[in-house]
């Protein structure tokens, strides 16, 4: 038998927000995306802008996403997916040449399989995750997670709160049309207020990447007046 796989497209942006501009400073963010024959992984993670090794933590914590996305995952609770993401996560933090307390990130990821048609999503602090459903209705799947719901008190993935704060969902794609993952400084895109720009975004991201990250840029803009 045939088995009929999902494709996605995929497009990422990251864009200096106004106070990095301000400071003359880039930002600490970035993305990456790994794709073969059985998966399709897509992670954000954002560098604490008040440590001196940001962009740093936030690369290093990519790399471990990536990696770990390959891993032998698909049988592990939400648990053990914890426990082996953040020890993939401290063997990158460790193996970088700066104090480990100096690494603060944040991030999300989403790991599709394409063979299951399955998924496995989770976040540390308040990075986010939406699905755009096959009725282009975008729905949380990731919160942000704020201490004491204070926006500007996260948690890290090199914090001892890590494992207890990280959002972790597991399940099947059937009506998913698409994943969207944000860091912080997008987060009023996940508003219902602007349900309709995430559905251009979406429908943009079918389209070309080049229309989509023009629309990204458009919604940033948008967000931000």
């Known amino acids: 038998n045939m088995i009929d796989i999902k494709t996605f497209n995929t497009v990422g942006l990251t864009i200096a927000g106004r106070r990095h501009i ?3 400073k880039d930002n600490e963010d970035g993305y990456e995306v790994f794709e073969d024959e059985r998966l399709l992984a897509l ?3 954002d560098g604490c802008s008040e440590s001196p ?4 933590a936030s690369e290093a914590v990519l790399e471990a996403l990536i990696e770990f996305a390959q891993g032998d995952i698909w049988e ?23 104090e480990y307390r100096l690494l603060a990130c944040t991030c999300a990821l989403v790991i599709y399989n394409k ?9 540390i602090g308040d990075c986010q995750a939406l699905v755009m459903t096959e009725e282009l209705e975008p729905k ?4 942000p ?6 926006r500007e008190h996260t948690v890290f993935a090199n914090s001892s709160m890590a494992a207890n704060a990280m959002k972790v969902e597991i399940g099947f794609a059937s009506n998913i049309a698409g994943f ?19 559905v251009q975004l979406s429908s943009a991201c079918v389209l070309s990447t080049k229309h989509a990250q023009a629309t990204i840029e458009k919604c940033h803009c948008t967000c931000n007046k």
């Open 140 to 143: 949380q799947l990731l919160a």
């Open 53 to 56: 090794c940001a962009k740093a």
């Open 180 to 198: 969207i993952l944000v860091s912080d400084g997008a987060e009023q895109l996940c508003e219902p207020a602007n349900a309709e720009d995430l």
């Open 22 to 24: 301000s400071m003359g």
């Open 145 to 150: 997670v704020n201490i004491f719901r204070h």
């Open 43 to 45: 992670c954000v993670a």
């Open 76 to 98: 592990m609770k939400a648990k053990q997916l914890k426990t082996s993401v953040l020890k993939t996560i401290d063997k990158y933090l460790l193996a970088a040449p700066y």
């Open 115 to 123: 063979v299951s048609d399955s998924y496995i999503s989770l976040a």
